[in-house]
């Protein structure tokens, strides 16, 4: 297993793109060491991760439909946990997927009396959606699960290949622990 601590300073050193997303950067990094032409990300966003790599095709799953910075080739506007149900009942068709992406909202519930707002985006808890990414993962048949999260936990059916710890450098929100893991697991 690869395991590799990087500080988002250093990321920034490796081109104009990657100094502006450094984390997108990071994801880049890992769909190319599993060879991924086609991504589907169970917690879409903006599509901020394929800023520096876009994947050939890209597929997104979001309760909320927002401002894109990089457009999917297909989006399902709905929480994983709903996505994941329509999959088993054969609701939604999905083309052959290699790679799945999650990147939950997670964090403390709010910062100095304001709600923080990615604990505020979830739909459900960072737990179920990761577990419900991860079982999406298995039954579209992927062969790689991208995790970004606070920490790196076990998945049934699934080895860490490649471990990324990342420390972003920020000025605010620095109480307490501020690292987080960029996991590549094998299916
Ligand atoms: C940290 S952001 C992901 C950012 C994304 N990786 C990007 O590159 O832009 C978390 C996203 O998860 C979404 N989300 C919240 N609950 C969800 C759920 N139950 N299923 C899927 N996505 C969910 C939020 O709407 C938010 O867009």
């Known amino acids: 297993m690869m395991r590799i601590a990087l500080d988002q300073r250093e990321v920034q050193k490796w081109g104009k793109m990657c100094a502006k997303h450094p984390s997108s950067a990071v994801v880049a990094m890992l769909l190319r060491r599993a ?3 086609r991504v589907l990300e169970t917690t879409y966003g903006e599509g901020r991760f394929y800023l520096v ?7 997104g799953v979001d309760p909320a439909r927002r401002q ?18 329509k999959l088993a009942r ?3 068709a ?6 799945v992406v999650c990147d939950p909202p997670w964090g403390r519930g709010e910062y100095r009396k304001r709600p923080h707002f990615a604990a505020a985006r979830a739909v459900g808890s960072p737990q179920q959606i990761v ?16 995790l970004h ?30 690292v ?8």
Request: net charge negative; with cysteine; hydrophobic share 50%.
């Open 35 to 37: 060879g991924s032409a």
């Open 180 to 187: 987080t893991f960029f996991v590549l697991y094998s299916l």
């Open 131 to 146: 577990e419900c990414s991860a079982k999406v993962a298995e039954l579209l048949g992927a062969k790689h699960f991208i």
């Open 68 to 85: 894109w910075l990089v457009r999917p080739d297909l989006f399902f506007e709905m929480p994983v946990q709903i996505f994941l149900e």
């Open 149 to 178: 999260f606070d920490r790196v936990p076990a998945i049934e059916g699934m080895d860490a290949e490649a471990v990324v710890e990342f420390k972003p450098f920020t000025r605010y929100l620095n109480a307490g622990r501020t």
């Open 90 to 92: 054969g609701e939604v």
């Open 53 to 59: 790599h876009r994947p050939p095709f890209l597929a």
């Open 94 to 99: 999905v083309p052959r997927i290699d790679t």
